[in-house]
């Protein structure tokens, strides 16, 4: 129900003042219309046509923040049912559970363990984003002092895994700075959790037995005060959690205003890689949360990939500058490396050239941030360019060898770069993780 | 409160295509909704995993992947057999012989192995050639005619070498499989050109081209997400099934191939995850076949396809 330009304009005090830093109040109504600003910039707009502009104004998903500090995770204001259509604009949470009624040296090693599942992926870290303390002790006191420890172990932010509003009390008394997630309110205890939420400002899980009775308890705590809210379905079949997923996400673009909020899913199967699969799916497929319970890299890895993935802007492929770089101590006898500037390309053979252990030089090649082999059946990657570059990088006087090395997958280019750059070409391995044993048998 | 289900009202659906003989025979297609949406529209068939099997021992795979193939490498023959007992749907034979850089292995002779591998099991046949184009199109076609009346997959055709491709299907009774490099205009141009020959859309099966989890998957994943909405809304020359030759773009991965060290996790674990999910992610876009390469793959893939096969409790 986006409003018009004009029909905001109906609505604004129409004197032209310019402290918005518009010239005039419809050049800011248009603007307001397209997105392009925010209702805070005009300060004489009255209070009812901010109530009228504000609900239609509002995303059709809410924007909730868990934690505090570096790690805040902001989840929702998603706009579109599949990424082609625009992107999907906030990657998905991924958190781990801890009980509360470990030991506590346990209890630290595993927080300890979350926090190390960050992984380098094409030049950036991928982490995980939440600690679920799970009141399985059933004790207040034992949940505050679980959490406790575990804020101060960690500075992800923290789900408070409890349905008892004593348990969520206590351990708001702990870390309600941080600002957690309290998971969850329910038909048996939502009054308790809204007031505390409200009291304490902090975001709010709201699970509901189906979709209609999910509706039903935001309403009510809706109108208790609690504004920041994240949905269980309460679906833990992976087939059923599709649908719900679905449902809310479609409802949601529909301005059903009950599931404007980014949900949180579990993939609970004993087995790592039914688990795993548990959580790919709401995670291609909508979900803002996905507790998972398990500290093992080789199955967070995959979910962090995925994740990356999806929440890729399909308009922008990733690139890195077209230039040299250097990998370790590199001299004049060092080995030089061509590839394309994508940057998913470019992070595989730096990491390749670093494993095998000799420094090397790596020139990118300006491909528009595309792959070697998308790059060389496009004609972004040809033997001129590569000549064009090695000419021109200055690479020629930081070596004093005429050598260069070409990924495997390339071949054909070899004879025809040769001619052009007057360098040798050496036709590396097909894959760049070949390069280690390629050097230790063709570079002495 | 009751919630109203939301449901799209579709104005059409993917086409069913009918591969292999007898009682293993397998139906794919058909659906009339996004993957898995029991209750927006019919799912008449679930997807299907094959798996695949060369005719030599591959090179550069972990020990834990050839493993389970321990004592068939060398033979095809046994090997498919092996895929069968381990539960694939489909075996998908790769000719790798064939390829000119390496033993150039003519035409006859791939027929010949396509010939003996079919003749030994049940389930439907998907042959692979060596994906030089110019030589699949002379390979194929000989293939096609070996395996006359048995109603296997055969590819890749491509815009370049499509024709004798699909003349050797047309005339044998056979399947293709079309390969564009992921681009959906290209998909729908090759479609149009292979049906122009006569040979019915519903035996033509899309290869998008994909790429494994984190190279590139999410190109993959949105092209067959429009693949799959082009079919619904009534794009005839997008409502073909979609292949997805997973184990080919997986198991050159760094992912799959690392040892186990502390940052990754173990090697096997990881490895057979990124077969899976890979695999999976793309199902759930819209693929209809997946070819892969570890039982234990295909086992998890099969399981979690009867899971999603469950209809919605609305
Ligand atoms: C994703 C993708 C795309 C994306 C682009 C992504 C991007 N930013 O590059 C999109 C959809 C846009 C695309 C478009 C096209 N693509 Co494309 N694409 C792919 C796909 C699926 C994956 C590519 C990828 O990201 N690989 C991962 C990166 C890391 O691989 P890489 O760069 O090759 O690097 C590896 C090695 O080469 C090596 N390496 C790299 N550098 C170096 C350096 C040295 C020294 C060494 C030793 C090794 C080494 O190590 C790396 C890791 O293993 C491949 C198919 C596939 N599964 O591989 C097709 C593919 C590359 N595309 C192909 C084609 C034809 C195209 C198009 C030309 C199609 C068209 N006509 O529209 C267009 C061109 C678009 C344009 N005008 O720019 C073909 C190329 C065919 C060929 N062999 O010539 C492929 C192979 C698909 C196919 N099977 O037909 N594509
Ligand atoms: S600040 Fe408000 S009143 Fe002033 S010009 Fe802008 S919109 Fe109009």
């Not at chain 1, 490396?337 to 095998?356: I, K, M, Q, W």
């Amino acid at each position: 129900m986006a409003l018009t330009g004009l029909e905001i304009y109906k609505l604004l005090p129409k004197t032209n003042c310019k402290e918005c830093g518009q010239p005039t109040c419809l050049a800011f109504a248009m603007q307001l219309a397209a997105g392009k600003t925010s209702l805070e910039k005009c300060p004489h707009v009255s209070e009812q046509a901010k109530e009228a502009l504000g609900a239609a104004s509002a995303p059709p998903i809410a924007l909730v923040k868990i934690g505090s500090g570096e790690r805040v995770l902001a989840i929702g204001n998603e706009t579109v049912l599949f990424r082609h259509d625009k992107r999907f604009e906030h990657p998905a949470g991924i958190a781990i559970t801890v009980a509360d009624n470990l030991p506590p040296e346990e209890l630290a090693s595993r927080v300890e363990a979350i926090n190390r599942l960050c992984f380098d992926r094409v030049g950036q870290m991928h982490c995980v984003d939440l600690v679920f303390v799970e009141n399985r002790s059933g004790e207040p006191a034992t949940f505050a002092a679980a959490v406790k420890a575990v804020k101060e172990k960690t500075n992800l932010g923290i789900i408070l895994g409890s349905e008892n509003p004593d348990a969520v009390a206590a351990a708001l008394g702990e870390v309600a700075a941080q600002r957690p997630l309290v998971y969850a309110a329910t038909a048996a205890n939502y009054e308790k959790m809204a007031a505390l939420a409200k009291q304490h400002g902090v975001p709010l899980a709201v699970r509901g037995e189906n979709l209609s009775d999910l509706a039903d308890l935001v309403n009510k705590v809706v109108a208790m005060g609690a504004k920041e809210l994240v949905l269980d379905t309460g679906a833990r079949e992976v087939n059923q959690v599709l649908a719900d997923q679905t449902q809310l996400r479609r409802q949601a673009l529909k301005r059903f205003r009950p599931f404007g909020y980014p949900s949180i899913v579990f993939a609970i199967d004993p087995d790592p890689v039914r688990r795993v699969l548990e959580a790919a799916v709401p995670l291609a497929k909508y979900a803002g949360i996905i507790v998972l319970d398990t500290v093992d890299p080789a199955e967070i890895l995959p979910l962090i990939t995925l994740r990356l993935n999806i929440y890729t802007d399909p308009q922008k492929p990733i690139a890195v500058e077209p230039k040299i770089y250097e990998i370790g101590a590199v001299t004049p006898q060092s080995p030089v490396f061509v590839t394309t500037n994508f940057s998913l390309t470019y992070f595989c053979v730096a990491g390749d050239v670093e494993a095998s252990r000799v420094p090397g030089y790596i020139l990118t090649v300006d491909t528009d941030g595309t792959s070697v082999l998308t790059a060389w059946a496009a004609g972004k990657f040809t033997p001129e360019k590569i000549a064009a570059a090695l000419n021109e990088s200055g690479i020629a006087d930081r070596v004093g060898h005429r050598k260069v090395i070409i990924p495997g997958g390339v071949a054909v280019l070899s004879g025809k770069l040769q001619e052009l750059s007057g360098w040798e070409v050496l036709v590396g391995p097909r894959e760049s993780a070949g390069i280690p044993a390629f050097l230790k048998q063709f570079w002495a | 409160m009751t919630v109203a289900i939301a449901k799209e009202r579709w104005a059409s659906r993917c086409l069913e295509t009918v591969l292999g003989t007898g009682p293993r025979q397998v139906k794919v297609g058909g659906d009339a909704t996004l993957p898995f949406l029991h209750f927006e529209g019919e799912i008449p068939n679930p997807p299907v995993v094959a798996l695949e099997v060369f005719d030599a021992p591959p090179q550069e795979w972990p020990e834990f992947l050839t493993g389970a193939y321990e004592g068939v490498l060398s033979d095809p023959v046994a090997w498919a057999k092996r895929c069968q007992d381990y539960g694939a749907d489909l075996v998908a034979l790769r000719l790798t012989r064939t390829h000119p850089d390496g033993e150039n292995a003519s035409p006859e002779e791939a027929a010949r192995v396509a010939a003996a591998v079919a003749e030994a099991v049940e389930v439907p046949l998907i042959v692979l050639g060596c994906g030089v184009e110019e030589k699949d199109a002379a390979v194929l076609p000989e293939v096609a005619s070996a395996l006359s009346g048995r109603n296997c997959l055969l590819g890749c055709a491509t815009q370049e070498n499509y024709k004798s491709i699909v003349a050797g299907c047309i005339a044998n009774g056979h399947a293709v499989i079309a390969s564009s490099p992921l681009d959906i205009n290209l998909a729908k141009q090759l479609n149009i050109l292979i049906t122009e020959m006569n040979l019915e859309p519903n035996r033509i099966v899309i290869d998008p081209s994909i790429g494994a989890l984190g190279y590139g998957i999410e190109y993959a994943y949105s092209i067959i997400e429009r693949v799959r909405t082009g079919a619904l809304m009534g794009d005839k020359m997008l409502s073909m099934p979609v292949i997805l030759l997973v184990g080919q773009e997986v198991w050159k991965t760094k992912e799959a191939k690392t040892p186990d060290t502390a940052e990754w996790g173990e090697h096997k674990k990881r490895a057979i995850l990124w077969e899976v999910t890979t695999a999976v992610s793309l199902i759930h876009a819209g693929g209809h076949i997946a070819v892969v390469r570890h039982p234990e793959s295909l086992q998890y893939i099969k399981e979690h396809i009867a899971k999603m096969m469950q209809p919605q409790k609305y």
